[in-house]
């Protein structure tokens, strides 16, 4: 379950080699970018339809398969002004564009979403994103994709907010591929993750986690070094 969120390739693998329990990866886009894709599924994402961000989408999606990738991840935090920006209807009809032609060669993600509470974001976006997607042919997915970022003392937030996704998503599998504590410590947060991690693994719908994110700063100290919640993540 466990996975690499990472955008240096080098510093993914430099990682993963102390992370036993790592088994996939992703970088928000659909180069791999130098990561070892013999040792690590790599995910395919397609960060947004624009064609800035879809023109070769589908080759390197095909090539990701080709490589024995199980998935594909659709579109990042469209919830998100800042980040893809789209309404639910929008997205899910790009997302049927893109997308449906992946339907029974790799599992395929809702758009990812924020945990923001505020309508018409994080969950209240997806729910809408799901009966948009109900309405279109072609518009299908096979699990929920979601971000989680608080404090480490709210730790019951993320599995609510999982449990919540599961729900939105009709009892489909969910995956987080972004979760993070925000204005804790290096030590509260391996505390967090020490508590975190096994009841990450145990969740039967949860089909994968990756904190953000390997990188010098977070779980990394330096470019050969994990920090001290990094060392957390990559062998408790």
Known sequence: KRGIAYNDGTLANTFGASCEKCGWAYNWGFYPSGIDTSKYSYVPTLWGPSPDHSTGFDAQA????????????SFNEPDIASQSNL?????????????????????????????SGAQGQGLSWLQS?????????????????????SPASAI???????????????????????FGTTGNSDAETASFLQEALPKL????????????????????????????????????
């Open 129 to 149: 994103f799901v009966d948009a997607c109900n309405g279109i042919d072609g518009c299908s997915f096979d699990f929920c994709n979601v971000h989680w970022y």
């Open 201 to 236: 693994d145990a969740l039967d719908y949860l089909m994968g986690y990756s904190y953000f994110m390997v990188g010098t700063g977070s779980l990394m100290s330096s470019t050969n070094a994990l920090s001290t919640f990094g060392n957390t993540y990559a062998t408790e």
């Open 87 to 115: 309404s639910p209807a929008d997205a899910a009809s790009s997302h049927a564009q893109f997308m449906g032609k992946y339907v029974g060669k790799a599992l395929i993600g809702a758009p990812s979403v924020s945990n």
């Open 62 to 73: 095909e090539a990701a398969i080709a490589a024995g990738s199980k998935a594909i991840f």
């Open 156 to 178: 019951d937030t993320l599995f609510s907010q999982l449990e919540s996704a599961h729900q939105v998503c009709g009892g489909k599998p969910v995956i987080l591929t972004e």
